[in-house]
């Protein structure tokens, strides 16, 4: 049992749930469809999937049925990861993207085979108790019956006008009446009913081999897009091995590549040869360690990280503790190094995390990419496609060029814990390259300061952005921000691109759970 304090230091409108059953996740409605799911008695993994389920329903700005996914399932004795990222079309190859400076950013030419579905099936057939169908009933009446669009997701939805808006059947489906939806209002999506009754009743099947695939195949063609029958058909995700560090007494487990969890994996691996525990949580000193970590890390993980198959570095030589340590000599503690390459900014993310009386534990993580995603939408489905091919790289020699069959660079990371070879938390934090710096920041609160799971949640953020300027949430007191830009960090003001994130965690105890749910979104941790 971690020695964790129970007071509340930061500004929020949230306390921790404590409970035997839980389920945390971004969007109120979500959460509750897997509650519900718990309640019918059925385990972590059928309350995962119907929230995940739900959340392409009442989260769609960030997630939908043409989203990736990633999980790790703690069944109660060991942990199982599942990659359920796509792969491009075979037909994609440098060529096609010729003379352009980076892989395109909307339409067919940004969409890789979609994994969420897949996911869904695979992890029901293996862990779930409950019949698939069961896990689709919150999700089908939230489209078919209509909900009230939350605020923080309206918010999101404000920007689709402009971006989308000249798209007929993206405008059809997500701006009724021209505009996006206010908070409060009542959003209905019959289309996305129908095709998630042929998705439950098919198994998931029609989607990448029946009605749903053909007219999914069949936009694309007639829109200028690449992906074939045969692109659908040969999708299978896969059961992977997690990778992990130990971090003092617990170790961190993340999904390995094409994911960016191992540049967490290296920050905390960098950290453990530094002695934050002796410095004050929100200080200059121990946030500079931390933030140069980061660097280090997404330096490396930028130059590597790709589909597996094409990588050129083994991820586990990147976590050897000698490797490490030789990076951790190279922090100074009274200056700031140059910023390393960093992933692009993406804020289209839904995590999920859930837990059951009887120990099971689920991680898990879907995406559009960038908030819609690639703005397409197959006409009279409700299905709007990812962007997660913009996460190829173009320069030739780079172990992410894009290439047909390949899976890019993915920015989303579930992140799980464990103790002594049983699980201790499962948690992750949405919000592109700030995912990994959310795993390190929850981790060195949580395991370094004893900060219980939502205080560490409630804390301001630092966040390493994109070309390398520091920003620093509202709540860092302003010596430590002066301290900082002393040691040369150029911070900036104001929310960066794909802000701070959201976390959601639960954190076993001796007997049931701590739930903590992110202020910065919507959401909730429930339970029973």
């Known amino acids: 049992m971690v020695d964790m304090t129970w007071t509340h230091p930061y500004p929020s409108q949230r306390m921790p749930v404590l409970a035997g059953n839980m389920v945390a996740t971004s969007q109120p409605l979500a959460a509750q469809a897997g509650l519900r799911m718990l309640l019918r008695g059925g385990n972590a993994v059928d309350a995962a999937l119907a929230t995940a389920i739900a959340l392409t329903v009442v989260e769609p700005t960030s997630n939908g049925l043409g989203s990736d996914a990633?999980?790790?399932?703690?069944?109660?004795?060991?942990?199982?990861?599942?990659?359920?990222?796509?792969?491009?079309?075979?037909a994609w190859n440098p060529e096609r993207f010729a003379g352009l400076p980076e892989m395109p950013i909307t339409g067919w030419d940004t969409v890789t085979v979609p994994g969420a579905v897949d996911t869904w099936a695979r992890l029901s057939q293996r862990f779930g108790r409950l019949r698939f169908t069961e896990l689709f009933e919150p999700a089908i009446g939230y489209a078919r019956n209509g909900y009230?669009?939350?605020?923080?997701?309206?918010?999101?939805?404000?920007?689709?006008?402009?971006?989308?808006?000249?798209?007929?059947?993206?405008?059809r489906t997500f701006l009724p009446g021209g505009r996006a939806p206010r908070p409060c209002e009542h959003f209905v999506n019959p289309d996305q009913a129908r095709t998630l009754e042929q998705i439950a009743d098919s198994g998931g099947e029609a989607f990448y081999r029946g009605g749903l695939a053909g007219r999914i195949a069949a936009c694309a063609k007639a829109e200028g897009g690449a992906m074939t029958a045969d692109d659908l058909a040969g999708h299978r995700g896969?059961?992977?091995e997690p990778v992990s560090v130990d971090y003092h007494d617990v170790r961190l487990h993340e999904i390995p590549p094409n994911g960016q969890g191992l540049a967490a994996l290296m920050a905390l691996g960098i950290l453990r040869h530094h002695d934050l525990r002796s410095l004050p949580p929100d200080s200059a000193d121990s946030l500079h360690l931390q933030i140069e970590a980061m660097k280090i890390a997404f330096g490396l993980a930028h130059a590597h990280i790709s589909d597996p198959a094409f990588m050129t570095v083994n991820c586990h030589d990147l976590l050897d503790d000698g490797f490490l340590e030789e990076k951790a000599r190279t922090i100074r503690p009274d200056r700031a190094a140059a910023p390393g390459p960093a992933p692009p900014a993406d804020h289209g993310t839904v995590y999920l995390t859930a837990a059951d009386a009887d120990g099971m534990m689920v991680s898990h993580i879907q995406s559009n990419?960038?908030?819609?995603?690639?703005?397409?939408?197959?006409?009279?489905?409700g299905i709007s496609l990812q962007n997660r091919g913009h996460g190829f790289r173009l320069d030739p020699g780079h172990p992410n060029c894009v290439a047909g069959g390949k899976r890019p660079y993915h920015t989303i990371i579930p992140g799980f814990v464990t103790r002594n070879g049983a699980a201790q938390m499962s948690f992750g934090v949405m919000g592109a390259h700030m995912q990994p710096q959310g795993h390190v920041q929850m981790m060195v609160r949580i395991f370094d300061y004893g900060q219980n799971p939502q205080t560490a949640s409630d804390a301001p953020r630092w966040h390493v952005c994109e070309n390398g300027t520091l920003a620093l949430e509202n709540g860092v007191a302003p010596e430590v921000i002066e301290a900082l830009r002393q040691r040369g960090h150029r911070i900036i003001g104001g929310d960066p691109v794909g802000g701070y994130g959201g976390a959601q965690l639960i954190f076993r105890l001796e007997n049931g759970y701590c739930g903590a749910s992110d202020h910065r979104k919507d959401g909730q941790a429930v339970g029973f």
């Open 70 to 90: 990633f999980a790790l399932i703690w069944d109660g004795k060991r942990l199982h990861g599942f990659n359920g990222s796509g792969r491009s079309p075979g």
């Open 369 to 381: 990419y960038m908030g819609f995603g690639s703005g397409v939408v197959i006409p009279e489905t």
């Open 148 to 171: 009230p669009v939350s605020p923080i997701t309206a918010g999101a939805w404000e920007a689709a006008p402009e971006k989308f808006g000249h798209m007929p059947s993206f405008a």
């Open 238 to 240: 896969e059961w992977v």
